[in-house]
């Protein structure tokens, strides 16, 4: 009966969401390490920005095991657009980071002048996509808690990776861009 029924077209589509989430995150991943290198054009900055995307992954990874979540095709979908969700404030961090290259500055500085210029609207934006999503935490459909949850946990995640995490590790590890670019 199972054979002759509509469930058994979805298996095969069930499967590749499984398989996949993971796949696509690890070139997710990469394409994020990539870009941003591309946009920065220091590898240090790339590196420290990716290390705070994966932590974000790993944070959304352990609270799956934690909660009990099994990879079905709502966490999968989850598990899919993860990257994508994370790398935004982390990002414009490392962007306005590597924009005060022009002028002379101590690391420290640098860090401090990026979150002056970008922590509001990354504060704002975080804000106003966390409070959409938690009026799905009470729906009686699953998709629409477990997906609430996902974008709840994820943009705090990444919302604390881009405005403490990155920052110190800007200010330590980051490139200390002692000669300006000429214009």
Known sequence: AFQSSDSWVLLDTVS???GGALLT??????????ILLL???NLRCALLATWCIASVVMYFGAFMYLRGWSLGIIEAICVQILVGLAIDPISHVTLCYVATRRTAM???ERALSALQAVGGAITGGCVS??????????????FFTKFATFIVLTLSASYVQAIVVLPMLLSIFGPQFRSPIPS
Request: net charge neutral; aromatic share 4%.
């Open 16 to 18: 590749e969401l499984k």
């Open 25 to 34: 995150v690890a070139y997710s991943m990469v394409m994020a390490l990539c």
């Open 39 to 41: 946009c920065t054009g």
């Open 106 to 108: 101590t690391k420290d």
């Open 129 to 142: 996509t966390v409070a959409a999503a938690s009026c799905l935490l009470g729906a009686t459909i699953v």
